[in-house]
């Protein structure tokens, strides 16, 4: 600020910054990007359901897929030590508790 008042504020200039090349492909982009989604939506609704059944089936086979790579890998946890013991802490009570439970019916 100076003493004859605040200063004028000058508006920035905007720099052109597409040139000719990138408007063109923009331009076609834009026409051209709706297109595919037309053509997409058509073949949809001529053949909707085989999509839909195939689309189930790979999804179907690579559930049975991954459901048989973890049981594989529960087995292989199943046989070691420290599952087996892992799964009695929750089935068997604290030390002190047994001795308490040993005459109560189940």
């Not at 003493?3 to 090349?21: D, E, K, S, T, W």
């Not at 070691?80 to 030390?95: E, G, I, N, Q, W």
């Amino acid at each position: 600020m100076t003493a004859a008042g605040p200063l004028p504020v000058q508006a920035p200039r905007l720099r052109q910054q597409l040139g000719l090349i990138s408007i063109t492909v923009s331009g076609v982009g834009i026409v051209l990007g709706p297109g595919i989604y037309v053509l997409v939506g058509e073949a949809a609704g001529d053949v909707g359901y085989v999509v839909q059944v195939t689309h189930f089936s790979i999804f179907a086979v690579g559930g049975i897929l991954v459901f048989a790579a973890f049981m594989d890998r529960a087995a292989a946890l199943a046989s070691s030590t420290v599952l087996p013991l892992l799964a009695l802490s929750f089935v068997l009570p604290p030390r002190g508790q047994r001795q308490q439970l040993q005459g109560t019916p189940l």
